[in-house]
């Protein structure tokens, strides 16, 4: 069983910032990429941010400049700073990793549960 909890969400001003945390836990053999996705009411999901594990990393265009990903393979972590937010941030946002349980399966998705992102005065 694999488990993404993420945590750090909350309501913050226009021009705030928010750091957003993501756990990794249960039977990984390796993670190969993660990363954070958002979804606003009536709207798809979409990628924010990824990082692999080679440390390469990609961005949505709209959060280029403002928010930066990182990871820690050590700890199993994601995190996403998220700097000079804007009310069309709001959302809520997923951590998803890409991992392996075992090393003769093959590469799976997994989804956190979703923290939610309010930017507003």
């Known amino acids: 069983q694999v488990q993404l909890v993420e945590s750090g969400g909350g309501l913050v001003q226009p021009g705030g910032s928010l750091r957003l945390s993501c756990a990794a836990s249960?039977?990984?053999?390796?993670?190969?990429?993660m990363g954070w996705y958002r979804q606003a009411p009536g709207k798809q999901r979409e990628l924010v941010a990824a990082?692999?594990?080679?440390?390469?990393?990609n961005y949505a265009d709209s959060v280029r400049g403002r928010f930066t990903i990182s990871g820690d393979n050590a700890k199993k972590m994601v995190y996403l700073q998220m700097n000079s937010l804007k009310p069309e941030d709001t959302a809520v946002y997923y951590c998803?990793?890409?991992?392996?349980?075992?090393?003769?399966?093959?590469?799976?998705?997994?989804w956190g549960q979703g923290t939610q992102v309010t930017v507003s005065s």
């Open positions: 998803n990793s890409k991992i392996i349980r075992f090393y003769y399966e093959a590469q799976r998705d997994y």
């Open positions: 249960g039977s990984i053999f390796s993670i190969n990429a």
């Open positions: 990082i692999t594990s080679g440390d390469r990393t």
